[in-house]
């Protein structure tokens, strides 16, 4: 929830849009209920932290730095929200700290709960001489030879401190004389080892114990300043997050590959635009670092607890304890899809619905692999926006390549975060022989396409994968993603479209089946809730129900509450932002929308019309923002199978119905749980899904 009283600045009436970054901070704060949630095993209570630690690390490197760089061009405007930036950043500020403690107070908990199963986070100043003997050798033998400590008094510049990494800033003085100091820097190498060391415990059904890598450090700085005659160490964490842009220069000279390569080097030291520091740091110190940080108190200065960078905390060990994770749901083997029997043949008599993490992704993996060596198959076109470091896609993609097939692949070097990454995989590509395109300039290719040409004698036959998620076998064991498989020609020949346009972007091709974008999506969209807003006021019935990851696009909100005004019904589940006020008198009365925040990540965009009882059914790669309807490539499919359609309700109406995972999306932004009746059973939609696939 947003501070009462900063409440007004988003309730005022005229003001019908709430605030994308306000929005994104109510869905981090419903992955920290998580982390407070008493039903979720304890293990994946900590997980949570470490995802809210994560979300919030992209935040401020993506929206705050943009905010900040908006605030210095623009520090009036107050066209978008009816804020200046600069009230908006005081407002995210505001929220951080206040969620912050929120997540100490978790955290606190979390450790008292882990007590009470005989497992204890115990620190430097807490070992036995036992453990510390084992921390010791365990410092001298892995940790140790990592370490590049940096004497900040003699170093003539500070040194460039990483994004996303945390330091111990260290302060070296003598017992009888506290004014003769030094101060250093130690990065804790998490890189290289293990953020959590559990220590052994030769006794049976004993306590367990585990110690953080930074408090290895803190035992044993007396063996890393050893030359030093001081005999009085203190160390405080601290962590800065930058601004993750990339600036790309105009030299035409230059390929995109060699300026983004440029750009990431220098994406190191962007602006810093958030820095947090334990609380108990002497402010002397403190204030030593700003200076040389070059930030001033008005910036982003967070004062946090001993420990930060709580993402690693989603690799928490589970102890061997299995009530404290959650029951391993292993993955689904679609019912029509056959071991020893060709995909492509089934695809020839009908259309093929995979969901994940429910389905194995060992039949999209298939996909590829039998395309790599059928004899027919004379090319693969496939899109990558986010591909698994160790994929096996594309070793089916080098497979084809080897087998003498055509093969093209369009990568998006600018997926954020994912850029070196995907360097990779397009020359790995290239050299195998593929023809890689580098996207659209000026916009990003976001969808998730493959599309496999076979020739069997004079008959081709196309054959599509199209989706809502990447082609990443990492990801999909826990994002919640849909993916159509078929031969279909309405689709299949305007995907072929598609790529005709990668390859030369003057064709851009005619759809009457596919949504792309940035052509023609926003207009067909806008003509749906048209069609829904004129039967309504002719007394029909009319609908709209769809889920998406983001609602933020103006247009498309201002003609969501034209249509509620006419009487349509409109049901939304969306994961994160959600700029649109629900249940609001006269404006958004016929609107409602939930969250749901689970175990696995909600991903999938669908799309669901009423249609004057001829229902619509969609779905992509695309949410209704602004980015993703005018400056992105995107691919909407419609379902035209009757059963798969009914797949898609099943799935729709069961995230629903959910009473025990969905929250409330209100104009208010309070997070609240959907209530049942006492009577009522509890519905856990992606459990409840899961077993209900099982059963078929």
């Known amino acids: 929830m947003i501070a009462k009283d900063k409440q007004h600045l988003i309730k005022e009436e005229n003001i019908k849009i709430i605030p994308r970054d306000l929005s994104w901070l109510s869905f981090n704060a419903r992955v920290l209920q998580e982390a407070e949630d008493q039903t979720v095993p304890l293990v994946e209570r900590f997980k949570f932290l470490g995802i809210f630690s994560s979300n919030l690390d992209e935040f401020f490197r993506v929206r705050v730095a943009s905010l900040k760089r908006y605030e210095a061009l623009n520090p009036t405007d107050r066209k978008t929200y009816g804020m200046t930036p600069k009230q908006i950043l005081k407002l995210i500020q505001d929220k951080v700290i206040e969620l912050n403690d929120k997540f100490e107070e978790i955290y606190l908990e979390l450790e008292r709960q882990l007590e009470s199963e005989k497992i204890f986070i115990i620190n430097e100043a807490e070992l036995n001489e036992e453990q510390g003997n084992f921390v010791r050798n365990y410092f001298r033998e892995k940790v140790r030879p990592t370490l590049v400590p940096v004497m900040l008094d003699t170093s003539p510049e500070f040194p460039m401190l990483k994004d996303k990494n945390i330091y111990l800033a260290i302060k070296l003085s003598k017992k009888d004389n506290p004014r003769d100091k030094k101060y250093a820097l130690v990065e804790v190498p998490t890189y290289k080892n293990p953020r959590f060391i559990v220590i052994p415990n030769k006794e049976a059904n004993a306590n367990q114990y585990i110690i953080l890598l930074d408090d290895v450090i803190r035992y044993c700085l007396d063996e890393i300043f050893y030359i030093f005659d001081y005999n009085q160490f203190s160390a405080y964490t601290i962590k800065l997050t930058r601004d993750a842009e990339l600036d790309f220069d105009d030299d035409v000279h230059e390929s995109i590959m060699q300026k983004l390569s440029k750009s990431l080097k220098e994406r190191k030291k962007g602006r810093l635009v958030r820095f947090i520091y334990d609380e108990s740091m002497p402010i002397d110190f403190l204030n030593f670092i700003i200076r040389k940080l070059h930030m001033l108190k008005s910036d982003n200065l967070i004062a946090g607890g001993r420990y930060h960078n709580f993402k690693d905390f989603m690799s928490f060990p589970d102890m061997g304890k299995s009530h404290l994770i959650n029951t391993p749901l292993s993955p689904i083997y679609h019912k029509d899809i056959q071991l020893k029997k060709s995909l492509f043949s089934l695809l020839n008599k009908k259309d093929i619905l995979l969901q994940y993490p429910y ?92 599309l496999i040409t076979r020739k069997d004698k004079r008959v081709v036959t196309h054959y599509a994968y199209i989706g809502t998620g990447n082609f990443n076998e990492k990801t999909a064991s826990f994002y919640s993603d849909h993916a159509l498989l078929t031969s279909d020609i309405r689709i299949t020949e305007e995907i072929n479209q598609v790529f005709s346009f990668f390859e030369s972007n003057l064709r851009i091709g005619q759809y009457k089946h596919l949504l792309v974008s940035p052509f023609f999506m926003r ?49 939304m589940i969306i994961r994160g932002i959600c700029s649109i006020k629900p249940g609001v008198k006269h404006l958004s009365d016929n609107i409602q929308a939930i969250s749901i925040v689970d175990r696995f990540l909600e991903h999938s965009r669908i799309f669901i019309f009423c249609n004057g009882g001829v229902e619509k059914i969609y779905f992509g790669s695309a949410d209704w923002m602004t980015r993703n309807l005018d400056h992105r490539v995107e691919v909407i499919t419609p379902i035209y199978d009757r059963k798969i359609k009914d797949e898609i309700r099943a799935f729709m109406e069961m995230q629903w119905s959910d009473n025990v995972k969905a929250r409330i999306l209100d104009a208010s932004q309070t997070n609240q749980y959907k209530t049942r009746t006492e009577d009522e059973p509890a519905i856990q939609a992606q459990t409840d899904y899961y077993y209900s696939l099982l059963d078929k």
């Open 359 to 450: 389905h194995s992704i060992s039949h999209m993996i298939d996909f590829f692999r039998e395309a790599a060596i059928d004899p027919m198959v004379v090319s693969v076109k496939t899109t990558f926006y986010r591909v698994a470091e160790d994929s096996n896609v594309i070793n089916a993609l080098i497979n084809a390549i080897r087998n003498g097939k055509q093969v093209t692949v369009v990568v998006e070097l600018q997926a954020r975060f994912d850029e070196e990454n995907n360097i990779y995989w397009a020359n790995k590509l290239r050299e195998e022989g593929a023809k890689v395109i580098f996207g659209v300039p000026d916009m990003k290719v976001h969808s998730k396409l493959c």
């Open 523 to 571: 207009k067909e969209f806008i003509k749906l809730i048209d069609k829904e807003i004129k039967n309504a006021r002719s007394k029909k019935e009319a609908y709209i129900f769809v889920k998406l990851n983001s609602l933020m696009d103006n247009e498309i909100i201002q003609k969501l509450y034209d249509a509620s005004k006419a009487g349509v019904k409109i049901r």
